[in-house]
Nanobody, 122 residues
Framework: QVQLVESGGGLVQPGGSLRLSCAAS????????MAWYRQAPGKQRELVAI????????TYADSVKGRFTISRDNAQNTMYLQMNSLKPEDTAVYYC???????????????WGQGTLITVSS
């Protein structure tokens, strides 16, 4: 069983900053990728940023480039999303996502967190 637990959401004013955390736990042999997705009301879930093991530079959605930074602490199996210069259009439920190899049989497994709401409003 692999779990992702997110924290750090809330209400912030436009122009403000927040940092999200996502901690992975369970029987993992390795982590292939960790990513943040978001889903705004009435819209489809979209990829915000992704970091893949092996040194590939992170990839960002055009809408967050230059404002958001994804990072990962490999020792703690934890991922972060630093969000600066937040805009009302960043309001959404943010989901942590990871593709891992499970210890039992080394198969790949996609896991989702429960989601955390970020509201950008004055």
């Amino acid at each position: 069983q692999v779990q992702l637990v997110e924290s750090g959401g809330g209400l912030v004013q436009p122009g403000g900053s927040l940092r999200l955390s996502c901690a992975a736990s369970g029987s993992m042999f390795s982590i292939y990728s960790m990513a943040w997705y978001r889903q705004a009301p009435g819209k489809q879930r979209e990829l915000v940023a992704i970091i893949i093991s092996g040194g590939t530079p992170p990839t960002y959605a055009d809408s967050v480039k230059g404002r958001f930074t994804i990072s990962r602490d490999n020792a703690q199996n934890t991922m972060y999303l630093q969000m600066n210069s937040l805009k009302p259009e960043d309001t959404a439920v943010y989901y942590c996502n990871s593709i891992v190899r499970v210890t039992s049989d080394l198969r790949y497994l996609e896991v989702w967190g429960q989601g955390t709401l970020i509201t950008v409003s004055s």
